[in-house]
């Protein structure tokens, strides 16, 4: 019999039973009426909770293809496009619009740092950028941007389009589309809303919506905003398969974070992730993102010296707790530990225990139960 793994890595999350529930459902037919208005409720909701005064699109695929679809929809080749990188997600961009004929310029952080609205500002004044591309979350990095600020330098640059991916972030870190000056979100079902794989949701404010009127028929045909928007405003139409079942458990995730409160889950997520930084600070782990800028969703926490990754990360898995390896430079020197969604006290009882006992497994003198204890206290402040 396969053991529980439980699953603390930045998306896939932890899936709570509700929702494990809707995903299996009977499926319906996608024009059952039934369906239809489920789905209507769903893409109303969500546009309301993240005051989007635009189109919601909650699609099957993927956060890389929603990212697809901001530039597809946003930009023509030949445009200059602006992107503000904090770690290896960041950069996904640069490939996606190279191959769409874009001109790219690229502001980078060291990791563990952010790019500053000031340094945002600077550069957007010296050309006409048609968009400008900022991950919230990057789960290279564990580093969380500044979006509000962000917004309120974009005022000043009209013809540029803020497209935000929100992939490991949106449900976590609280956002307001509309009230930020965002002109496209994107998420993933997997990360902060609790969901299996499958889906992604593009919020498309009216600036991004009058753009996609100027650029007449583009390249891309599945993430073509015209191809959805009918869709969208009355589900019974006929583009492509929706993700049925994905859609109720969308639903209920919904209902969930409605019932928690936008800024409540995310005043949440930031006491557990400082828990969780002060716990793996007390057995000797760094977090790698600097103090003024840790994502709530996940912590990047550097290895005390000593600690070898391959048996660190497989001893954890043999304690029932998945992790992820850090990525580029960091790759062996780090370890990835998600905390975002759905996810209880006590499933992060459990993997800062089995964090501790894989430690003392790679030969580090810890403390049983400290990081544990440490996590607690501060959870009950």
Same mark, same amino acid.
């Given at each position: 019999?396969?053991?529980?793994?439980?699953?603390?890595?930045?998306?896939?999350?932890?899936?709570?039973?509700?929702?494990?529930?809707?995903?299996?459902?009977?499926?319906?037919?996608?024009?059952?009426?039934?369906?239809?208005?489920?789905?209507?409720?769903? /893409?109303?909701?969500?546009?309301?909770?993240?005051?989007?005064?635009?189109?919601?699109?909650?699609?099957?695929?993927?956060?890389?293809?929603?990212?697809?679809? %901001?530039?597809?929809?946003?930009?023509?080749?030949? !445009?200059?496009?602006?992107?503000?990188?904090?770690?290896?997600?960041?950069?996904?961009?640069?490939?996606?619009?190279?191959?769409?004929?874009?001109?790219?310029?690229?502001?980078?952080?060291?990791?563990?740092?952010?790019? +500053?609205?000031? @340094?945002? !500002?600077?550069?957007? &004044? @010296?050309?006409?950028?048609? %968009?400008?591309?900022?991950?919230?979350? !990057? +789960?290279?990095?564990?580093?969380?941007?500044?979006?509000?600020?962000?917004?309120?330098?974009?005022?000043?640059?009209?013809? +540029?389009?803020?497209?935000?991916?929100?992939?490991?972030?949106?449900?976590?870190?609280?956002?307001?589309?509309?009230?930020?000056?965002?002109?496209?979100?994107?998420?993933? &079902?997997?990360?902060?809303?609790?969901?299996?794989?499958?889906?992604?949701?593009?919020?498309?404010?009216?600036?991004?919506?009058?753009?996609?009127?100027?650029? $007449?028929?583009?390249?891309?045909?599945?993430?073509?905003?015209?191809?959805?928007?009918?869709?969208?405003?009355?589900? %019974?139409?006929?583009?492509?398969?929706?993700?049925?079942?994905?859609?109720?458990?969308?639903?209920? #995730?919904?209902?969930?974070?409605?019932?928690?409160?936008?800024?409540?889950?995310?005043?949440?997520?930031?006491?557990?992730?400082?828990?969780?930084?002060?716990?793996?600070?007390? /057995? $000797?782990?760094?977090?790698?993102?600097?103090?003024?800028?840790?994502? #709530?969703?996940? +912590?990047?926490?550097?290895?005390?010296?000593?600690?070898?990754?391959?048996?660190?990360?497989?001893?954890?898995?043999?304690?029932?707790?998945?992790?992820?390896?850090?990525?580029?430079?960091?790759?062996?020197?780090?370890?990835?530990?998600?905390?975002?969604?759905?996810?209880?006290?006590?499933? /992060?009882?459990?993997?800062?225990? %089995?964090?501790?006992? &894989?430690?003392?497994?790679?030969?580090?003198?810890?403390?049983?139960?400290?990081?544990?204890?440490?996590?607690?206290? @501060?959870?009950?402040?």
């Amino acid at each position: 019999m396969n053991k529980d793994v439980l699953v603390m890595i930045p998306g896939p999350t932890p899936v709570v039973e509700s929702i494990c529930q809707e995903m299996g459902r009977t499926v319906q037919a996608f024009g059952d009426p039934r369906f239809v208005a489920d789905y209507k409720s769903l /893409i109303d909701d969500l546009g309301a909770l993240y005051n989007c005064s635009g189109v919601t699109f909650p699609l099957a695929g993927t956060g890389t293809l929603a990212m697809e679809m %901001a530039i597809a929809n946003t930009t023509k080749r030949g !445009d200059n496009v602006l992107i503000v990188s904090n770690g290896f997600f960041g950069d996904r961009f640069i490939d996606i619009c190279q191959r769409k004929g874009l001109n790219v310029d690229v502001l980078s952080a060291e990791w563990g740092t952010f790019v +500053t609205p000031e @340094e945002i !500002d600077r550069k957007l &004044s @010296e050309k006409d950028y048609a %968009a400008m591309t900022v991950t919230h979350v !990057d +789960t290279s990095t564990a580093v969380v941007a500044p979006i509000a600020e962000i917004g309120e330098v974009i005022k000043k640059y009209p013809n +540029t389009v803020y497209i935000l991916d929100g992939v490991a972030a949106t449900a976590g870190e609280y956002a307001d589309v509309d009230g930020m000056g965002i002109d496209v979100m994107f998420t993933a &079902s997997q990360k902060a809303f609790g969901v299996s794989p499958g889906m992604f949701i593009l919020w498309a404010g009216q600036k991004a919506l009058e753009r996609r009127k100027t650029l $007449g028929v583009i390249p891309e045909y599945f993430v073509d905003f015209d191809k959805w928007i009918p869709v969208m405003e009355n589900p %019974a139409k006929y583009f492509a398969t929706p993700a049925v079942n994905l859609i109720w458990a969308m639903k209920e #995730s919904v209902r969930i974070i409605k019932e928690e409160g936008l800024k409540e889950r995310a005043a949440r997520h930031r006491k557990n992730a400082d828990a969780i930084v002060k716990a793996l600070e007390s /057995i $000797g782990f760094k977090p790698l993102a600097n103090a003024d800028c840790r994502a #709530s969703t996940l +912590t990047v926490a550097i290895y005390p010296e000593g600690v070898d990754d391959a048996k660190f990360r497989s001893t954890m898995y043999a304690e029932g707790v998945v992790c992820a390896n850090a990525l580029a430079a960091y790759f062996g020197k780090a370890f990835r530990l998600g905390h975002m969604g759905n996810i209880t006290e006590n499933q /992060i009882v459990v993997g800062l225990s %089995a964090v501790e006992r &894989s430690l003392k497994a790679c030969g580090i003198d810890v403390e049983m139960g400290k990081a544990v204890g440490v996590y607690l206290s @501060e959870i009950r402040k």
